[in-house]
C-alpha cells in the first residue's frame, strides 16, 4: 500500500526549532518528487517547499525561504523538513505530498503533523 | 509567481443541485496543468481533477472539470451529502505551486 506517514510535530516556543519527518512505504522513493504543504487553522493551503528525488533541487515558498530547510534520505525512504526561526505565523497542520502517477498534480498525501509556536 | 483567485468563497446549496466553482489564474497555465482538491474537517486533501479535466483514480463522475488558459471550473452536476466540503485549485506550471483561497461548499 503506498503510504505517507508524517511525525515531529507538537508545541514549540516562538524562535525554536523542529524537525518534522514523512516516512514512504509502497513506492520507490527515490523516484519522486515530494512537497511539503501547510495549512494554518482557518486558512488555505499553502505550498511550502519541494524537492527533486535524487534531493539535488529544491525551492522555499518566500515566507519560509532562510529558515526551512527540506531534505530526504532515499536509503532510509524518508522526507524531512527542518524548521528554525519558528513564529506563530507557522502553526499549521503539515503535509508532505507527491506526484505518483499524475505528472505534476499531488495524488498522495500524508496525514498531517501539527505544528504550534506558542509561548 | 502564478496567482490563483477561486470564487465564490462559500456556495450555500441543497443536496441533489449544481455546484459549479471557478478558479481565475493570474496567466495562463501551459498544458493547463490545473488541479483540484477536496479537503475534508480533520483530513488531508484529495486530488479530484489533474490536467484542468482528467479525474483521478476513483473519483466519481459527477466531479468534472473544464476550461483553460486563465479560466477553470470544478462542476459537481449533483451534489451528494459527503460532497461538502472546501475545495481547492492549484497550478504546477511552476514554482512556487500556488492554491487558490479555497471555495466552501455548505449545505443550505
Known amino acids: 500500500e503506498v503510504q505517507l506517514v508524517e511525525s515531529g510535530g507538537g508545541l514549540v516556543q516562538p524562535g525554536g526549532s523542529l524537525r518534522l519527518s514523512c516516512a514512504a512505504s509502497g513506492f520507490t522513493f527515490s523516484s519522486y518528487w515530494m512537497h511539503w504543504v501547510r495549512r494554518a487553522p482557518g486558512k488555505g493551503l499553502v505550498w511550502v517547499s519541494h524537492i527533486k528525488g535524487d534531493g539535488t533541487n529544491t525551492n522555499y515558498a518566500d515566507s519560509v525561504k532562510g529558515r526551512f530547510t527540506i531534505s530526504r534520505d532515499n536509503a532510509k525512504n524518508t522526507l524531512y523538513l527542518q524548521m528554525n526561526s519558528l513564529s506563530a505565523e507557522d502553526t499549521a497542520m503539515y503535509y508532505c505530498a507527491s506526484p505518483l502517477a499524475v505528472y505534476g498534480a499531488f495524488d498522495i498525501w500524508g496525514q498531517g503533523a501539527m505544528v504550534i509556536v506558542s509561548s | 509567481d502564478i496567482v490563483l483567485t477561486q470564487s465564490p468563497g462559500t456556495l450555500s446549496l441543497s443536496p441533489g443541485e449544481r455546484a459549479t466553482l471557478s478558479c481565475r489564474a493570474s496567466q495562463s497555465l501551459s498544458s493547463n496543468y490545473l488541479a483540484w482538491y477536496q479537503q475534508k474537517p480533520g483530513q488531508a486533501p484529495r486530488l479530484l481533477i489533474y490536467?484542468?479535466?482528467s479525474r483521478a483514480t476513483g473519483i466519481p463522475d459527477r466531479f468534472s472539470g473544464s476550461g483553460s488558459g486563465t479560466d477553470f471550473t470544478l462542476t459537481i452536476s449533483r451534489l451528494e451529502p459527503e460532497d461538502f466540503a472546501v475545495y481547492y485549485c492549484?497550478?504546477?506550471?511552476?514554482?512556487?505551486?500556488?492554491f487558490g483561497q479555497g471555495t466552501k461548499v455548505e449545505i443550505k
Open positions: 492549484q497550478q504546477y506550471v511552476s514554482s512556487p505551486r500556488t
Open positions: 490536467g484542468a479535466s
